[in-house]
């Protein structure tokens, strides 16, 4: 240890890109698991989530739209600059989490590890989920899977990274863009997380972080009518049924959240996938 | 002109059915009378009564679901797999063997030409059955993970646009994948529901597994309500759709949605124009366009619009409007009084907008809900006609002048359940195909269906799918698509 | 595509007099003219074609409507003859049958034409003499057209000279699935003037199209629109001796064709579908078709005919259950 003085980060959200703080001014302080000050984190507000959706949505056609090889890459990138920033993440999750060190690193581990998982499922999904329809008539019939759009992800509370890799890279990995509203305690990691997003090769706007409270963020994008899905996993406490009404009014995608955080450490499957991709079936005649 | 070829009347037999005067509920395996208020089945074509059927209360709901219930537990669930496609192969056979009957009851009640329900809608509900069987014993190879299975009692809510057919997309696969069904039936057409009943007991289906609990809006809400049920379909409009998300909502229920569309037809100036225009026909007049599918927004390359509608209309004019049982009707009666009123109400809007409404001369008889097949021209965008659905024969013509400004205008919508493309360019088709947001794109064809296609839409138009493997997710848990 | 110097091609100023009607009157101009506006004619979808006629397949044609479709079906058919083994007796049974095709019924309309070899044209001609019942002779080196042109139009010429008053025609199929579309439409053009009957009209020339050659419908559409621009009064799917012969869908395209070639010029032509007609059931769907696609005006025998043998009988047989209320049988009409 030598005896200088830090430099400290400040923590913003992340946006279209690009890091700015809520337009509301407002940040909230953040503490680690003994209640020490760690930082003041940017507090988002509704207008911050009404910008990240503008954002999402612009960056969607041109995220969809890549070749899925091109995504797996892209997404590859995030897991190589994210390894880069390892001790960074394990310092963050050790004090946001209140783990040790080695739990700390195992977290942020397998977090890295996820990631690639799901890069690597970009140009499978096709193969896996879509296939042609033996109908009875001349056409040939093929069904593919697609993306749905504009995702709302509210994040797992508990696990900062692992938790937060776990809902983000699959909404991702789909071809989905995302809005992702951070733990309220524990938004360190989503935070760096968006700094690697940023030097990665991930277009602004694929992915938009809002460190803040869910509860007071959550409706607005539960009933926002250009969201298209939304991911409940870290509702607050008995406000998942209210989020899911209001989800109901323009037919949202949701993925409703377990009883107790689940544990990130198991096999997702393809279970975080699939909710936010449809399926399009294509028809047409087999002539001469 | 008129033709010397008058085609005499060539009405299919309705002696084939026998409609009892009245009907009760069909609860574990056995008709039983409910106790909600009795109403009226009515002949849209005629208006004449054709039965009274029973309503069913909460309290019969209640004993629907718990005979679903028992059937789960005790024999549906538990039965070999094997023997679970074998009941739906014997009633894939029933539907066959009395398809006829099938059909002549489904357009009395309906108001849809026969030929259409003989053709389309019996056939391929028979077709629904004999496909899921097969899945009944073979859903571990389906690709959906290690162990799917059934979530258990399904509450299931169809419209009646295809209600034989509309059965069928849900019973069928919510039985191969082992689950139990309370299935309700449309208000306004209950019949044809009640004699599949009839055919589960031809097939020795064991109690409980199919009841049929008939009755309006308030039975369908206590089945999407009920605490014992599962899984909840439904199929019908956007706005009871999301009531039913609501009402699901921090449930274990889980959903599909079949809901509205307003589908775009895109035809480019080097499309099969003949069989465009008899897609375009089809898309919209098919059913009286009473489907969620229809092509109901023609979006015309402008260099072509004159010649396409010239020729669209010449065709409409040869459309024969009339007597659903007549084997040569074209287009049959309107359902009901209540939707006859909102495809005139949508009309008028759309005259009062500016919109150009063109009908063929077609005399429509005196009794009975009709609509002649009618074409809106110089539609915008912003008019009702081209954004809301109609639900009827009323087709809404727009024009575009390059590829993307026609995928924009197909996408501006809130719907995106299906969509059409008409060009001779095979990579311009696959291009539109991706860039179009709707769960079916029928390119070069129309209104197309089959058992192993998944159908189902994207926006609000619902998720889920229905056919295929992609429609067993619905009714499984372990899988790992969802 | 370079245009092969032919020595039996037109000179400049015959092609000038041989010009479409307007609006098309310059789409013959040259060969990538011609091929270019064939070309874009719009493509045929098949499987569109085929699901529209197996739904018109389903019209249900009954009591009243049956009994006029059959007479009118009887009123249409070209009684047809074109075997190696055809004699003068042959041609004078047929042409005996086409007067009165059901000896025990004299309202039983009469034919519109029988259709022979031209060598016995002279037979046919004789036999119908007064009865208004036409003459057809199939010429240009039959069913192949495998000639040179001056063999083709002396087989036309000899047969309009037998009496024949309407011509049945076949194009030369391999120029036209090669590209050369000039050479086929000068031909049949050719074919046209050889039609001439000095103080009369012409005969009506037919163009036999060989659709089971032509394989796409797509060709089927262009071929159609070839014949009508050379001049054809009629244009006919096939020969009957390659398979498939007539067919629905090929029916449908070359009513479409008729339909939009009146719409855009002004000029009806006819449409004869021969081959493989045999029963009643498919007379049936191609007066359908007639009526809802290229409409009523083609209702008739001036615009429709169906090349045919046996299909008359069948024809007749329903016609006597129509009549009698009872089957009839084979023994009820005459082998001819």
Known sequence: MNDRLAVRKTYKLYVNGAFPRSESGRTYEVTDSRGHFLANAARASRKDARDAVVAARGAFGKW????????????????????????????????????????????????????????????????VLGGSNPVAGPYFDFSIPEPTGVVAVLAPQQSSLLGLVSVL???????????????????????????????????GGVVNLLTGDAEELGPWLAEHADVDGIDLTGAPAGRAMELEREAAGTVKRVVRPSATEPDWSTDPGLSRITPFLETKTVWHPIGV | MSSPFQY???????????????????????FVDGTGE????????????????????????????????????????????????????????LLQERAREFAVLESLDNGKPIRESRDVDIPLAAAHFFYHAGWADK??????????????????????????????????????????????????????????????????????????????????????????????????????????????????????LELGGKAANIVFDDAPIDQAVEGIVQGIFFNQGHVCCAGSRLLVQENIHDEVIASLQRRIGT??????????????????AEQLARIRELSDYGEAEGANRWQPACDLPDRGYWFPPTVFTDVSPAHRIAREEVFGPVLSVLTFRTPDEAVAKANNSTYGLSAGIWTEKGSRILKIADQLRAGVVWANTFNKFDPTSPFGGYKQSGYGREGGRHGLTGYLKGVTHS | MTHVLDPDALPDEARALMAPPPPYDDVTRSDAAFRAFLHGLPGVDQVGAEARVAMLGTRSIKTTAKAWAIDTAISMVDLTTLEGADTPGKVRSLATKAKRPDPGDPTAPQVAAVCIYGDLAGVAVETLAGTGIHVAAVATAFPSGRASRAVKIADVQDAVANGADEIDMVIDRGAFLS????????????????????????????????????????????????????????????????????????CLVMLEAVRDFRAATGRQIGVKPAGGIRTTK???????????????????????????????????????????????????????
């Open chain 1, 64 to 127: 969809s739209g890549m070749t899925a090889y091109n995504r797996g890459q892209v997404l590859y990138r995030v897991a190589e600059v994210m390894e880069g920033r390892h001790t960074q993440f394990c310092a963050e999750v050790e004090a946001g989490e209140g783990l040790s060190g080695s739990k700390a690193r195992a977290a942020v581990d397998a977090a890295i590890d996820r990631w690639v998982w799901y890069a690597g499922w970009t140009d499978k999904l096709g193969a």
């Open chain 3, 179 to 250: 590209g050369r579309y000039l050479d086929v439409f000068e031909e049949i053009v050719a074919v046209k003037e050889a039609c001439a009957r000095p103080g009369q009209d012409p005969a009506h020339l037919k163009v036999i199209l060989e659709t089971g050659e032509l394989v796409t419908l797509d060709n089927v559409r262009r071929a159609s629109w070839l014949a009508m621009l050379a001049g054809g009064d009629f244009i006919k799917t096939s020969t009957g001796k390659i398979s498939p012969a007539a067919t629905l869908p090929v």
């Open chain 2, 8 to 30: 005499a009347p060539a009405p299919e037999s309705r002696s084939i059915v026998d409609i009892a005067p009245s009907y009760g509920l069909f609860i574990d395996g056995e």
């Open chain 2, 38 to 93: 009795a109403f009226k089945t009515v002949n849209p074509a005629t208006e004449e009564v054709l039965t009274e059927v029973s309503a069913g209360s909460a309290a019969d709901v209640d004993r629907a679901v718990a005979a679903a219930r028992r059937a789960f537990t005790r024999t549906w669930g538990p039965m070999r797999p094997a023997d679970r496609g074998k009941y739906l192969f014997r009633i894939a056979r």
């Open chain 2, 139 to 256: 859903l571990d190879f389906a690709g959906l993970g290690p162990n799917p299975r059934p979530l258990g009692v399904a509450g299931q809510v169809i419209p009646w646009n295809f209600p034989m057919l509309m059965l069928a997309w849900k019973v069928a696969p919510a039985l191969a994948t082992g689950n139990t069904v309370v299935l309700k039936p449309a208000e306004t057409t209950p019949l044809t529901a009640l004699l599949f009943a009839e055919i589960c007991q031809q097939a020795d289906l064991p109690p409980g597994v199919v009841n049929i609990v008939t009755g309006a809006g308030d039975t369908g809400r206590a089945v999407v309500e009920h605490g014992d049920v599962d899984k909840v379909a439904f199929t019908g409009s956007t706005e009871v759709g999301k009531s039913i998300a609501r009402a699901v909502a921090g449930t274990r229920k889980s959903l599909t």
């Open chain 1, 169 to 203: 890279a699959p909404v991702l990995a789909a071809g989905n863009t995302a809005v992702v509203v951070t733990s309220k305690q524990r938004p360190l990691p989503a935070v760096t997380l968006g700094e690697v997003l940023a030097t990665s090769d991930v277009p």
């Open chain 3, 282 to 336: 498919d007379a049936m769907k191609h007066l359908v078709l007639v009526n809802e696609t290229a409409g009523p005006d083609w209702l008739t025998p001036d615009w429709f005919r169906l090349g045919a043998s046996s299909l008359l009988n069948d024809l007749l047989l329903q016609r006597q259950k129509l009549r009698t209320g009872h089957y009839s049988g084979p023994d009820y009409v005459t082998v001819d």
């Open chain 2, 319 to 336: 459309l024969r409007v009339g007597d659903p049982l007549d084997k040569n009707t074209d287009i049959g009666a309107i359902n009901s």
